[in-house]
C-alpha cells in the first residue's frame, strides 16, 4: 500500500525550508566562515615577518575583535543552530595557542611560601613618559611615588632621559633623595633607565645607532642575569592622527575618513611592523652573544601579544609571562582608545615567574608591570 504525501504522520514529516529561511541560513554560515577564517588568520599572522609580509602585523591587531565575535556567535549557535557551531568551535581549537597568549585562564597563584620569598625577586617594568602626568594631577610626581610605593628589587623604565628635582613635573627633592637611597645603582642610556638593588654593570653595546633596548648584567644573590630594556618602535601617530582616529570610534566616519586610515594610518602601521622586525633581529643578535643562562627581556614592544617579534624571542627559549600566570585579556597602553596589550616580559634561566600584577595608575600613557620571580631550588 502507498501512502500520499497528505497521509503521512505529521511527526515523520521533514519541515518545509522556504527559500528565504534557506537564503539566511546560508547567509549565517557564510558569516560564521568568515569568521572562522579571520580568526585563524590573526591568530597566526605573527608567524610571517612584517619585514617580508606587508600588513601581517596589522591583522594580528584585529585577533580581539575575531575572538569576541567568534565567541558571540558560538554562543548563539549552540542555542539555534548546533551544527554550525562546530566550525567556530573546531577554528577556536585550531587557534587555542594564540588564543590562550591574548586571554589566558590561570588560577590565582596564591601567596609565596616563606622558603619562595626568600628566593624571590621583582622586577616593575614601566614606560613613564618622561615623568609627565596626562591627567595632570597636582602634588608630588605620581609615576615617581608609584615606582617607591612598589619597591621593586629592578626597575626598567623606558621614556625617562634623568631624574632631578622639577616644578614642572612635580618632581620633589625628597623623591629624588628617597629614589638614590633605595636604589645604589642607577644606569640612563638614552631613553632607557634601570634601577637596582643589586649591583649591576652596563652590556658593550654600540648605542650609536641604537636606542630601542638597553642591557645591562645584573648580579642577584650571586646569580648573573642579563636584562634587556626595550622600547620598540611605536606607531609613531601625530596628534591629528589619533583625533582622525578617535573620530573614526566614535561613529562620526565618513568617507574621506576611511580613506585617510587606509592611506595613512596603516601605512604607518605597517612601517612600525617592519621595523621592529629589524630591531626583534638586533636584539636577538645579543641576545646570543650576551645572554647566558639567565635572561630577562622586558618594556614597550609597541606590539600585541602572540606578534612576530614575540614569537621570534621564543626561539631563544624565552617565555612569556603573562600567559604563564595571567588571567583574561590584559591592557597595557590606556590613551588614545588603543586599548592592547603592547607591554611584555620574557625570560629565561634558573628562575619561574611567579606572578604579575599591572597597576593601575593613569598619569602616564602605559600601565605599570610588576613581575614576581622565584628562583629555583
Not at 609565596?112 to 614601566?126: C, K, N, Q, V
Not at 613618559?129 to 594631577?137: A, I, N, V, W, Y
Not at 610605593?149 to 620633589?172: H, K, N, P, R, W
Not at 600566570?325 to 628562575?351: K, Q, S
Amino acid at each position: 500500500m502507498t501512502y500520499s504525501k497528505r497521509n503521512t504522520p505529521l511527526a515523520t514529516r521533514k519541515p518545509v525550508r522556504s527559500r528565504w529561511w534557506k537564503l539566511g541560513y546560508s547567509l549565517w554560515l557564510a558569516l560564521n566562515i568568515i569568521v572562522a577564517v579571520g580568526l585563524i588568520c590573526s591568530s597566526y599572522a605573527g608567524v610571517f615577518n612584517p619585514a617580508e609580509v606587508t600588513g601581517a602585523g596589522i591583522v594580528g591587531m584585529t585577533l580581539p575583535g575575531w575572538s569576541g565575535v567568534a565567541v558571540f556567535l558560538t554562543v548563539f549557535n549552540l542555542i539555534w543552530w548546533r551544527r554550525t557551531s562546530l566550525l567556530l568551535i573546531m577554528a577556536m581549537l585550531v587557534c587555542a595557542k594564540p588564543l590562550w597568549y591574548f586571554c589566558p585562564l590561570n588560577l590565582p597563584p596564591g601567596k609565596l611560601s616563606p622558603e619562595e620569598a626568600e628566593r624571590s625577586f621583582t622586577l616593575l617594568t614601566y614606560n613613564t613618559l618622561g615623568l609627565m602626568d596626562q591627567e595632570s594631577q597636582p602634588g608630588p610626581n605620581r609615576t615617581l611615588e608609584y615606582i617607591l610605593d612598589q619597591d621593586a628589587d629592578i626597575v626598567c623604565i623606558q621614556e625617562l632621559y634623568f631624574v632631578s628635582e622639577s616644578e614642572s613635573l612635580g618632581v620633589t627633592a625628597e623623591q629624588v633623595a628617597a629614589l638614590h637611597k633605595r636604589y645604589p645603582y642607577i644606569v640612563f642610556t638614552k631613553s632607557q633607565c634601570v634601577m637596582s638593588k643589586y649591583p649591576l654593570s652596563a652590556l658593550h653595546i654600540d648605542y650609536s645607532g641604537c636606542d630601542d633596548f638597553a642591557a645591562y648584567q645584573i648580579d642577584v644573590d650571586g646569580h648573573l642575569i642579563s636584562v634587556f630594556n626595550c622600547h620598540f618602535q611605536s606607531i609613531g601617530l601625530t596628534g591629528e592622527d589619533k583625533q582622525l582616529y578617535t573620530r573614526i570610534t566614535d561613529g562620526h566616519a565618513n568617507r574621506n575618513s576611511v580613506n585617510e586610515v587606509s592611506n595613512h594610518l596603516l601605512a604607518k602601521l605597517m612601517h612600525a611592523n617592519r621595523k621592529r622586525a629589524r630591531q626583534i633581529e638586533m636584539i636577538g643578535r645579543y641576545i646570543k652573544h650576551y645572554g647566558g643562562e639567565n635572561v630577562i627581556v622586558c618594556g614597550d614592544f609597541n606590539d600585541v601579544p602572540d606578534c612576530f617579534g614575540l614569537r621570534r624571542l621564543a626561539e631563544f627559549n624565552l617565555q612569556e609571562v603573562y600567559p604563564q600566570v595571567g588571567f583574561g585579556p590584559m591592557i597595557t597602553y590606556n590613551a588614545n582608545r588603543f586599548y592592547f596589550r603592547i607591554d611584555h616580559v620574557l625570560y629565561r634561566g634558573c628562575f619561574k615567574a611567579h606572578s604579575m600584577v599591572r597597576g593601575s595608575l593613569k598619569s602616564s600613557d602605559h600601565y605599570p608591570l610588576t613581575t614576581t620571580f622565584v628562583f629555583n631550588d
